[in-house]
C-alpha cells in the first residue's frame, strides 16, 4: 500500500463524524489563504464578496464547513496580522461558532492548526472571554483533519478533507515547502510572475497527479464520496462518474466558489460583484453553476 494511500485511510478513519438529513444545510468554502492584507494577500480582493455570503448564510441557519488553507501561514509567521488585517470575517465566523455551526479542518497551509495547543493559545490571545462563564468566542474551537458525514437512515456517508493528503510534499515535506514559499517564492512570484512550484493550483501536473491519486483512492474504497479543495479547481462529477468533488476556492478572480448541501442535494455555487443597470449598483449575487443533485446518485 502506497504512502497516499495510508494517509487517506487514516483520515478517513479519524474523521469527526456528523449526522446529516433533509433538513441539513451546509456550505463548504476552502483556500480562503487569509493574509495580512498585503500583496501576497490573495483573499483580501475578495473579502467583501467572501463576507457578504458568510452573513447570508448564517441568517438562513447554514453550518459552515471550513475545507482547509483557511489562513495563510507559509507566507504570514505570525497570526496576530492576519487577524487584524481580517477581523471582520474573524467575527463572521464566531457567530457560527456560538451557534455550533462552524467546523474548521486544517490544510498545508494551515497545518499548524492539526496541533490544539497551537489553536488554543491564538484563542486565548485573540478571543479572551469575558469570564469563565461567558465564552465569548471561538473559545472551544478545535481543527479537524476530516468530516464524515454520515447521512441518517443511511449507511452511506460523506468524508471531507483538504486534499493535501493525496499531496505527499504538501503533507509530509509541509515545512520544507513552507520555507520556500515564505523566503523565495513569495518574492520571486511579486518580482518575476513566477508561479509556486509547491502549488497544485499554480502547477498544472501536481493538480492532475492529485486528483488521479484521489481517484484511485475513490474507486478502491467502493466509489467512496468525496468533498475536497487543495487544488483550487472547482469539480461537480456526473452521477455516472467517479464521486470526487472540489469546492473550487475564494481566491478566483472577482469571485468565490462553494459547495452546498440542502436537503440532501448538493450544487456547486459562485459568488461575484454584479452590475445592477437597474439600480445602477454593484451587487454581490450567487448563482448555481452546477446541481442541485440527489446525494444518493453519488454514493
Not at 62 to 88: M, Q
Not at 131 to 145: A, G, P, S, V
Not at 288 to 298: A, H, Q, S
Request: aromatic share 14%; net charge positive; hydrophobic share 35%.
Amino acid at each position: 500500500m502506497s504512502i497516499v494511500n495510508k494517509i487517506l485511510d487514516r483520515a478517513y478513519k479519524k474523521a469527526k463524524k456528523i449526522s446529516i438529513n433533509t433538513d441539513s444545510k451546509i456550505i463548504f468554502f476552502s483556500d480562503l489563504h487569509k493574509g495580512d492584507n498585503s500583496y501576497a494577500d490573495d483573499f483580501t480582493h475578495n473579502y467583501k464578496i467572501y463576507n457578504r455570503a458568510l452573513k447570508n448564510y448564517y441568517k438562513e441557519d447554514y453550518t459552515y464547513v471550513e475545507v482547509g488553507d483557511g489562513i495563510e501561514l507559509w507566507e504570514n509567521k505570525s497570526f496576530e496580522p492576519i487577524f487584524k488585517a481580517h477581523e471582520s470575517t474573524f467575527n463572521l465566523l464566531k457567530l457560527f461558532s456560538r451557534n455550533g455551526r462552524l467546523h474548521m479542518l486544517w490544510g498545508n497551509h494551515d497545518m499548524e492548526f492539526r496541533n490544539p495547543l497551537k489553536v488554543e493559545k491564538i484563542i486565548h490571545t485573540f478571543f479572551k472571554p469575558k469570564n469563565l462563564k461567558i465564552k465569548d468566542l471561538f473559545f472551544d474551537l478545535k481543527y479537524e483533519e476530516s468530516l464524515l458525514l454520515n447521512i441518517e437512515n443511511s449507511s452511506k456517508n460523506i468524508v471531507v478533507f483538504h486534499g493535501h493528503q493525496a499531496d505527499y510534499m504538501n503533507y509530509i515535506n509541509w515545512k520544507f515547502n513552507r520555507f520556500f514559499v515564505r523566503y523565495f517564492w513569495k518574492y520571486i512570484q511579486r518580482w518575476f510572475g513566477v508561479s509556486d512550484p509547491t502549488s497544485p493550483a499554480k502547477n498544472h501536473t501536481s493538480l492532475i497527479r492529485v486528483e488521479k491519486r484521489l481517484n484511485k483512492w475513490i474507486v478502491k474504497n467502493k466509489n467512496q464520496m468525496v468533498i475536497c479543495g487543495h487544488t483550487h479547481r472547482p469539480r461537480f462529477p456526473d452521477s455516472s462518474d467517479i464521486p470526487l468533488f472540489n469546492t473550487g476556492s475564494c481566491v478566483h478572480p472577482d469571485s468565490i466558489i462553494g459547495i452546498e448541501i440542502v436537503n440532501l442535494k448538493i450544487s456547486l455555487v459562485k459568488w461575484y460583484e454584479h452590475f445592477d443597470e437597474s439600480s445602477q449598483e454593484n451587487k454581490i449575487i450567487k448563482v448555481l453553476l452546477e446541481g442541485p443533485t440527489d446525494i444518493k446518485k453519488f454514493i
